[in-house]
């Protein structure tokens, strides 16, 4: 996702929410992002120009009227610049101003000037907000098409409790990477994505059991990812402690044999399914029911082979999703990926080098190799979010050719 170079003029307004400014800043421009800060008056009793300008690395613009500021960046080339405007923390006098059209600062008059898309991020008391007036402009805004992001709900500077908080910068953050996301990404609208993910765990008696490394980061990343990007999303998790992501389907699960049955059970209602998890290839052929006893010095279990999930829901012949498995090696990753993906009839593989100190297992960030019959494409190492999201755009670009 070609996020470097995209221009966004982030516009500060006058509440005490600036102080998230930075932090989103800082984040935006970690992710290549070009930033040019401009702040009202309001905004300047709050938080210093001078912050901004060193977070930012480029000037603040915060007057309409000072010939030196115009000369170097005027209004109509910053509403030129930009390729996005975000209003975080937008006051309701600033929303106000912009649903009436008003021109009387410099944030004002560049969101009349430019032709680049707008997005507000309002943040105010919560009785502010429920105003009838408040509710009115961002309703007209809505209507021209003005992203209105947030506000959150919860205890507020002033005391208050409710709605009016700023979002979160992680969550403005995402919301600006998500309006880059490429056109592909759209078409998931209306898809339903199947997602094994985490470990299994395969019981020798009540206490004790086998199982595989695996946090599920990556697949509840992808869970995240292609729900953010508008699919509907079932995921299917092993033990694992994560929180599930908001509005997806969590089914939970043990063994292999339960996380089989489930998937069995949900993929011909799926048009995609990504097998993430790591299942355990085999299980205790006999689980004791009261704990073994460590009376002798060695001890053998037998075990037999679990059902291969993903081969399983590849091989149906009606209603068979998209099937995407993944490939974890510790050396001659490609043949691997590449027996895996012929052996198992996959449509893509996401394949990684889990030798590969600082990615993969139990890892926050990760790097992939995506192939098919015909084909490969590398997405490099990035967080596991980041990656996630391109992973999901990869593959509806692939689902759609196979349509
Ligand atoms: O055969 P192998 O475990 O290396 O293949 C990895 C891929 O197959 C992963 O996508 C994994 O989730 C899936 N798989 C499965 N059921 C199994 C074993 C692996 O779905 N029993």
Redo the contacts with the bound molecule.
């Keep these: 996702m070609a996020l470097q170079n995209k221009k966004i003029v982030l516009g500060i307004t006058g509440g005490i929410a600036a102080y998230k400014c930075p932090e989103i800043v800082r984040r935006l421009k970690d992710l290549g992002f070009d930033i040019r800060v401009v702040m009202t008056n309001g905004a300047k009793e709050f938080i210093t120009p001078l912050t901004l300008q060193a977070v930012s690395g480029n000037p603040v613009s915060d007057s309409l009227l000072d010939p030196a500021a115009e000369a170097s960046m005027g209004h109509i080339e910053l509403a030129k610049w930009a390729d996005l405007i975000v209003i975080a923390p937008a006051t309701c006098n600033t929303i106000a101003a912009i649903n009436a059209g008003l021109a009387n600062d410099l944030l004002t008059t560049i969101c009349l000037a430019t032709a680049a898309p707008i997005a507000i991020a309002p943040a105010m008391n919560q009785q502010m907000y429920k105003a009838a007036a408040t509710q009115e402009n961002l309703k007209n805004l809505t209507q021209r098409s003005v992203a209105i992001w947030g506000p959150g709900s919860g205890e507020q500077a002033c005391g208050d409790v409710g709605k009016g908080r700023l979002l979160d910068p992680a969550e403005i953050v995402e919301l600006v990477q998500q309006h880059f996301m490429p056109e592909p990404a759209q078409s998931l609208l209306n898809l339903n994505i199947l997602i094994?993910a985490g470990p299994t765990r395969e019981a020798i008696d009540p206490v004790r059991y086998i199982s595989n490394h695996s946090s599920g980061k990556m697949g509840f990343s992808i869970a995240q990812a292609a729900k953010q990007l508008g699919a509907k999303v079932t995921l299917i998790s092993g033990p694992v402690s994560l929180s599930t992501p908001q509005d997806v389907e969590r089914i939970n699960v043990t063994s292999?044999s339960e996380m089989h049955d489930n998937a069995l059970k949900q993929a011909p209602s799926h048009d995609i399914f990504i097998?993430?998890?790591?299942?355990a290839?085999y299980r205790p052929s006999n689980v004791s029911d009261q704990k073994i006893k460590k009376n002798d010095d060695d001890m053998t279990v037998t075990m037999i082979k679990?059902?291969?999930?993903?081969a399983d829901i590849s091989a149906l012949t009606e209603q068979r999703p998209f099937c995407v498995?993944?490939?974890a090696e510790t050396q001659d990753v490609e043949v691997y990926a590449r027996g895996?993906l012929a052996r198992?009839k996959l449509d893509l593989i996401a394949a990684n080098n889990v030798s590969v100190a600082g990615q993969g297992f139990n890892s926050d960030d990760n790097a992939l190799t995506l192939y098919w019959k015909d084909g490969q494409h590398e997405l490099p190492l990035a967080n596991k979010q980041e990656l996630a999201k391109q992973l999901v755009v990869e593959i509806i670009k692939h689902y759609n050719q196979a349509q």
């Design positions: 094994t292999a097998a993430c998890a790591a299942v290839d679990n059902p291969d999930i993903l498995g993944f490939a895996k198992k």
